[in-house]
Structure formats: structure tokens, C-alpha cells
């Protein structure tokens, strides 16, 4: 099963992808256009960034233009669940965070260049660490994140979720499967069906224990009660010679 990461993708190649389904076209950077530097400025719609677009020499395109969009807080990635998102795999110190950048894109689902995080040194194991986002040169996101990290490499999730070893169903069957089986579903013995274990004396948790009555005397319809005495049910008398039984 395949997990859906929502934010995978190069930032200039979202922001070129918003770009072309706003204004229903196909343009193509460094083709049709190129980008200028983001930069924080307010739009006539609350946008937070704008970022000049500059047409490619020899395109008919008129420009440079500039746009207004709104760049997302890189702490959103910390909101997406977590068989979407994972600790980061970094087991040794000291690193830098650009240093370690692929396992961190790794693990939150991102695509993020060098030139879009701001660097910083660690030099021992923490449970979390700090991405901050060099807003100057981001396309997509501005803020920072503290993310997990872990130093024992973790089983994929998505390998996890895969038919084999979804802990629900083994490689020998599927999920419907054991849960009609006999042997499998946890409540019947593999050889008889639950009903039958329910009606057998000997497993349906009923098993009769013999009762030491001492010498008090008990009445005669305690007696009769008991289940291996009372014959009621089946049409049988209690003994068939009554010298031969006990004498309560």
C-alpha cells in the first residue's frame, strides 16, 4: 500500500503547478519563464509572498510580472498523521542539519533543497530537532519545525501496511478467511465448532464438580437439580436400581 505525501515535490515545481491551474495554462520554468527571489510582502487578497517572474529570452511573453501567493508554514508537515510522517533515522553525532537533509526529507515527505533550510550544528542525540526554513529562497514554505528523530532504523510504514505484514493477515489467507475458520478465530477449539462447544458440558466453562455434602442432609430437589442426576430432560429415571445409588 502506497502513503500519500502530500507535500512531495520541489517547491518551484508546486508553485510553477499552482501557477498552471489558476491560469489554466502549461508553462514551463526556465522554458517560458524563471523565477526571482520569494520575498515577504502582502497581497491584495492576504497573500504572505510575493516573487517576479521573468519570461525566458526569445518567448513572446511580456514581463518581468509579479505574482502573490502564500507560502505554507513548514510546521503543517507536523499536523499530517503519523503513517504519513516518522522519526528521523539519524543515528550518529555530531551532523548539520543540510548534512542530514535527505533523511529528513525522508522522513516528513519532503522534497527540500539545501538552499531552502538554514544549517545548524548538533553535537549530541536529542528525541527532537529544529528545521528552519531560509525564507529568503524558499518557493513554498517559511517558518521552522521540530521534527522526531530516532537512532534505531525504523521498518518503513508503508511496508508495514502492505498485504503481508498489516499484522491482520498472514501470507496464507486472507482476512475473511480467518475470521469463519475454526482453527483461527480465537474461540473454537480446531476441532469442534463454537456452537458445539457451547452445548458440550465438558467446554462450555458449566464442567460439573462433585459437591462433598459431608453428612448434612440435603433436599431431595437440590438433588434432582444437579446436572448428572437429574434425568428429567432425557426421560430416564435417576438410577436404574435405586439400591445401587448413593445416599444423600
Known amino acids: 500500500m502506497s502513503i500519500v505525501k502530500p507535500y512531495k515535490g520541489l517547491s518551484r515545481n ?3 503547478a499552482l501557477i498552471n491551474e489558476v ?24 497573500e504572505n ?3 517576479t517572474l521573468t519570461p525566458v529570452p526569445g518567448t513572446s511573453y511580456e514581463g518581468p510580472q509579479d505574482i502573490h ?8 508537515v507536523g499536523e499530517l498523521p503519523y503513517n504519513v510522517i516518522e522519526p528521523a533515522f539519524l543515528p550518529t553525532v ?4 543540510k548534512n542530514v537533509l535527505p533523511e ?3 522522513a516528513l515527505g519532503l522534497d527540500l533543497t539545501p ?20 525564507e529568503s529562497r524558499s518557493l513554498a514554505w517559511v517558518g521552522s519545525i521540530e521534527f522526531q528523530a530516532t537512532t534505531v532504523r525504523l521498518t518503513p510504514l508503508d511496508e508495514l501496511l502492505s498485504t503481508e505484514r498489516d499484522g491482520f493477515v498472514p501470507e496464507i489467507g486472507v482476512l475473511s478467511e480467518l475470521i469463519v475458520s475454526n482453527e483461527l478465530d480465537g474461540f473454537d477449539p480446531k476441532w469442534l465448532r463454537l456452537d458445539e462447544a457451547i452445548t458440550n458440558p465438558s467446554l462450555d466453562g458449566f464442567t460439573f464438580k462433585p459437591i462433598d455434602y459431608g453428612t448434612v ?12 442426576l437429574d434425568a428429567l430432560d432425557v426421560g430416564e429415571s435417576v438410577c436404574a436400581d435405586e439400591f445401587a445409588c448413593d445416599v444423600y
Do not use: C, M, W
Open 115 to 134: 538552499d531552502e533550510v538554514v544549517d545548524r550544528q548538533y553535537n549530541a542525540h536529542q528525541s527532537t530537532y529544529i528545521l528552519t526554513i531560509n
Open 14 to 16: 508546486r508553485l510553477t
Open 217 to 228: 442432609d440435603i433436599p431431595l430437589t437440590s438433588v434432582v437439580l444437579n446436572v448428572y
Open 94 to 97: 555530531p551532523f548539520s542539519i
Open 49 to 51: 509572498t510575493a516573487v
Open 69 to 76: 501567493y502564500t507560502r505554507l508554514p513548514i510546521s503543517v
Open 23 to 46: 491560469n489554466g495554462k502549461g508553462r514551463v520554468e526556465n522554458v517560458d519563464f524563471t523565477y526571482g527571489l520569494p520575498r515577504a510582502e502582502l497581497g491584495p487578497n492576504g
Open 104 to 106: 529528513i526529507n525522508r
